[in-house]
């Protein structure tokens, strides 16, 4: 990887050096999430007018229920050693590729022989059995790009790990809507996630060869004794973003699953405004863990390049949809939580990048634990809640699996290390805000809803156009 990347990987290097390749892989990361994005939202907006919500809740519960089935094959070992401050060793990281292909053996044995694994734990029907077993088959390309993808997010090599992202989320939308416009979705959906899985991780393995795997897995048992609190973490993590689709299939049935799964691919495209800042931070902030100063400027710049940003753009994307809805019968039903996903998302989830990275660099693996276990409790437990109740309010378990683990991270963020807003992000907030206002005033004044949008997205489109102003001066 060269020999710059390796010293970055060692930790040998000053903290000013390390937020000068955290500010510049901030710019690389933002521009990654913005292509992934674009890529998303185009085949998104083609995908529901070609497939319908049952179909759409079958693709989230069947990539929800891989992206667990992956995930179990190594338990969070990749993660605790990206963000442990000593070097992986190759014995470490050997033993982490023999564990992935041995427990991933065993994950399809068990498929084959207990279908409901493989199946949503249920909420797939069984004729799907067999292609969702052969989808499960390709995890076990992850022995070889699990640690490369480790090896160069210690080393910083930010391009790289975009273009694999990019890459990746190409295949994957193009494929989707490909076997969409030709009548095979369904089919074609199980092919499309395990190709793009396995090219994603032979292009990680090209650009960041490793060990060969071993089934020596005694060099891990320190890391597992040792981040055991980030394996429980980045466990709960998983099981939220990926494992919530298939609570909501189980508990509603797959067409609120696809109700859902819009809302949810609508909000994210809010990832534009600071998944980069996020994904530069944190291997930064790892570094920066004893200085109290510089973990302070890094949140204060990725809180406030943020905030800039996901403010009006989350306005905006409330304000506009409603106008949207005639032109999407299907997905009627969908556009409120739509709107109170992108609330919850956008704003509170600006909270969780920015606080997330500087306080378990501070405070340590008990913080991302309460930051994923409130917010898997707190979401799931509601979503069950509202199953009993018999209501389809989602928007209150979306809400709920947000705001409440953003205000415990707060209060578990020592007050030294908590970021302060710029002044230009405190105007684009403010901007946004009034616009917010706005529509809900003209809303229950009952004005028409193209007024609404018309006015009331003045006040965002002007904070918007400000900061995307000030961020072009900025790089003359």
Known sequence: MGGRS???ESGGVAAHEVLARAHRGTRVMTARVAAMRVISVSANLLLVLLVTPRELGLLAVARGTFTLLQYAAELGVGKALLRRAAVPTREEYAALSGLQLAVGVVIVMAGLGWPPLVLGFGAIDRSFHLPMLGTVVTMLSLAWGTGARVRLERALAYERLAA????NVLMLNVGLVACAAFGVFVPGAFVVLGVSTVVSNLMLHHWAPGPAPTLAIAPLRGVMRDSGGFLVASSLMVAREQGTAVVVGLLFGLPTAGVYSFAERVAQVLNIC?????????PAASRLAGEAAALRSLATRVLSGSIALVAPCTVLGVILLPAAAPWLPRWAPAIVLTQWYMLAFGLFGVMLATLDPISVARRGAVVAMWENGLALLAGWGA???????HSSRLEMAVVAMYVIPSLALVALTPAAIRPALEPGARRSLALSA???????ALRVAGAPVWSRVATAALLPALALGRTAWQVLQARR
Do not use: P, R
């Open 434 to 440: 009034g616009g917010l206002l706005i529509f809900l």
């Open 383 to 389: 979503f069950a809640l509202l199953a009993w109740l």
């Open 6 to 8: 390796e010293a970055l």
């Open 274 to 282: 600071f998944d980069g800042y996020k994904n530069a931070a944190i």
């Open 164 to 167: 694999v992202d990019v890459a």
